[in-house]
């Protein structure tokens, strides 16, 4: 679980100099559009790369070739599909929405574009997951980086010839485009460096005794949809809706900056889970609060430390960073920067998953995301950018709260020898 990061990693590439050539009206705006478009592409999308990587794997492993490739070829027509009924809905509604959210004139071709954007990228997912199976993490690691810089030269390009939000989009699907047509042509090579024949050949009658074990997959990684427009989308297009496309640029300033402080303990979890994992079913639940009390006494405190820097130093670095048309981001960032407060059960994930309670996080994520889009509803109307921040909060408090009693629950009792092998 990763949460809040409003921002894609390229995009950060570009923060903080877009924030402040672009000004805080179109910066809004170009929120609220990558907001729209990611909320329809998600409740349409499929999170095709866990079941490409597990069902690819398996079938490689065991030298089954027509299935292996039938199932690459399944997933790349369910994005393609997918993605060309997202871009014909988005682009019929482009109207309607522009002037629902966006309301600035050209926000029906910004929204078009967008979602041109999200279609010329669709299959990248899938590409990834294939080189992720034949372990070339460094190809994978290379394309990143090489689309980064490209997304960087051609937004200061793109705002260097005053092209404004557009420009910014169509960089970003220039960039996009190119690292989607990569990544397919290093997949392709390692497929054809393993099978003989293409994916594109495949019969996908060989899945028909798989099929329905891999749509229940498909449909429930769609589980966690809710969070994600939640936590990505919800926001800015609520906040669209009932305020202006400022109030959207500043806020959206403040949700950028407080991620930082997720962002830095994103690689904890990644390397705590397998530890959690492996020290929970070996040695049941004790062992493991253990660790969790020893590591939250580390993460408590630089919390502290991080939170009391954002709240000493923001005040007077926003304004010299991104320009004094940000200033009323400064309130609104002391409000969201305390949604880091989620780090303290930054454990409570591995630990249910590792006690097999993946049912209990799910029920706890939607309950957390219904109350922050009340929230939104509510507390928007009647105070802008704040409602926005205050319902963002609710969001993580929420979830911290349900999630620790949850969690230390398990951790507090000890099932006993049987039932822990049993785990």
């Not at 369910?78 to 966006?102: E, P, R």
């Not at 020290?279 to 660790?291: D, I, K, R, S």
Request: hydrophobic share 55%; net charge positive; glycine share 6%.
């Amino acid at each position: 679980i990763a949460f809040g990061e409003p921002l894609s990693k390229k995009q950060a590439v570009q923060f903080p100099l877009v924030t402040r050539l672009l000004g805080v009206e179109s910066y809004g705006a170009w929120g609220i559009v990558i907001s729209w478009v990611g909320l329809i592409g998600q409740i349409l999308a499929f999170r095709l790369w866990e079941t490409v990587i597990k069902y690819f794997s398996e079938f490689t492993a065991a030298d089954d070739e027509a299935r292996a490739l039938a199932i690459i070829k399944l997933c790349l027509g369910i994005d393609f599909c997918v993605g060309l009924v997202t871009f014909l809905l988005i682009s019929l509604s482009a109207g309607w929405a522009a002037t629902l959210v966006v309301k600035r004139p050209d926000g029906a071709d910004l929204l078009r574009l967008e979602a041109f954007h999200l279609l010329l990228t669709m299959t990248m997912s899938v590409w990834v997951a294939i080189l992720r199976v034949f372990d070339r993490f460094r190809a994978i690691s290379v394309m990143n980086v090489v689309s980064a810089v490209l997304l960087f030269v051609l937004s200061l390009i793109a705002l260097a010839a005053g092209a404004g939000v557009a420009g910014l989009i169509l960089a970003a699907t220039l960039a996009g485009l190119c690292q989607t047509l990569a990544l397919a042509v290093l997949a392709g090579r390692a497929l054809r460096s393993r099978f003989n024949r293409h994916w594109f050949t495949a019969d996908l009658s060989v899945l028909k005794d798989r099929r329905r074990e891999i749509w229940v997959m498909l449909l429930s990684m769609n589980i966690d949809t809710l969070r994600k427009i939640a936590l990505n989308n919800a926001d800015m297009v609520v906040l669209g809706w009932f305020a202006t496309p400022a109030h959207v640029g500043v806020y959206r300033l403040a949700k950028t900056l407080s991620s930082y402080v997720s962002r830095l303990t994103n690689p904890i979890y990644d390397t705590l889970y397998p530890e959690v994992a492996r020290l929970y079913a070996a040695e049941g639940p004790a062992p493991v609060g253990v660790l969790v009390r020893r590591l939250m006494r580390g993460v408590m405190a630089g919390l502290v430390v991080l939170v009391a820097g954002a709240y000493l130093f923001s005040g007077w670095l926003i304004p010299i960073l991104f320009g004094p048309e940000y200033i009323s981001a400064i309130p609104l960032f002391y409000i969201v920067v305390l949604s880091n407060v989620w780090v303290v059960c930054i454990w409570a994930p591995s630990v249910l998953l590792s006690a097999g309670l993946a049912k209990q996080l799910t029920v706890i994520n939607t309950i957390s995301s219904l109350a922050m889009i009340a929230l939104l509803l509510i507390l928007v109307p009647l105070w802008k950018s704040t409602g926005a921040a205050i319902a963002l909060v609710g969001f993580y408090g929420i979830w911290t709260v349900i999630t620790y009693i949850t969690a230390r629950e398990v951790i507090a009792s000890d099932p006993g020898p049987i039932r822990r092998n049993a785990l």
